[in-house]
């Protein structure tokens, strides 16, 4: 009896602590994954895939000029482009440690972090000549921070080698962009049927 009671109460209590266990590692990696999501955002990671389709589509500058071409970035823009973020950020923990996520997490979310992101962003969407925001002013001390980042194991991870960007990852992330991007597209099928059709009558009363 005593026996029993005996490995009744271990096994029980082994289960109870492997539960436990369980439910940390668990919560462990909801957490770090939860950081990687949170990185890929800092990171602008699905808004430059946006700006990589713009690029495609509207490929001249002259294009830029064009108001389908404004409406389109703004519907691009505006759609939900979260399963980008999830295909980048299981990318990142494939290939960084939850460790350097949570520091390049740090320094982004730091104040000199901000303002180089302001900054490159709007440099950025000046170059598809798109609307930005005003430019945040860098001090030299910032700057030799935004440097030891840069040169650090996960700045070089991140910005040099940019070690999360593989074949399978983009191709991932491009079949997503194609799918939700197609309601952005409908406007632009339209307007070039209608310029067709333009172009036939015209050449129909050259006849």
């Known amino acids: 009896m005593i026996r029993w009671i005996t490995e009744k109460f271990i096994g029980s209590g082994l289960m109870l602590f492997t539960g436990i266990a369980l439910a940390a590692d668990a919560a462990n990696g909801d957490a770090a994954q939860f950081d990687a999501k949170k990185l890929a955002q800092v990171m602008r990671v699905d808004q430059i895939m946006v700006l990589g389709f713009l690029g495609t589509i509207f490929p001249r500058q002259t294009d830029h000029k064009l108001p389908e071409y404004q409406d389109f970035a703004k519907c691009m823009f505006s759609v939900n482009l979260s399963e980008i973020i999830d295909i980048y950020a299981v990318a990142l923990r494939k290939k960084i440690s939850d460790r350097d996520i949570r520091i390049a997490l ?88 209608r310029k067709e059709a333009k172009a036939d009558e015209a050449a129909q009363k050259q006849e």
């Open 106 to 193: 740090q320094f982004y979310k730091s104040p000199v972090g901000k303002k180089l992101d302001t900054n490159s962003w709007n440099e950025t969407l000046q170059g598809f000549v798109l609307p930005t925001g005003e430019d945040a002013d860098i001090s030299n001390s910032e700057k030799i921070i935004i440097e030891r980042f840069a040169t650090s194991r996960v700045g070089k991870a991140l910005w040099s080698d940019r070690v999360y960007e593989t074949q399978a990852v983009f191709k991932n992330a491009n079949n997503v962009m194609l799918k939700v991007m197609r309601p952005c597209l409908e406007p632009l099928v339209e307007i070039q049927k």
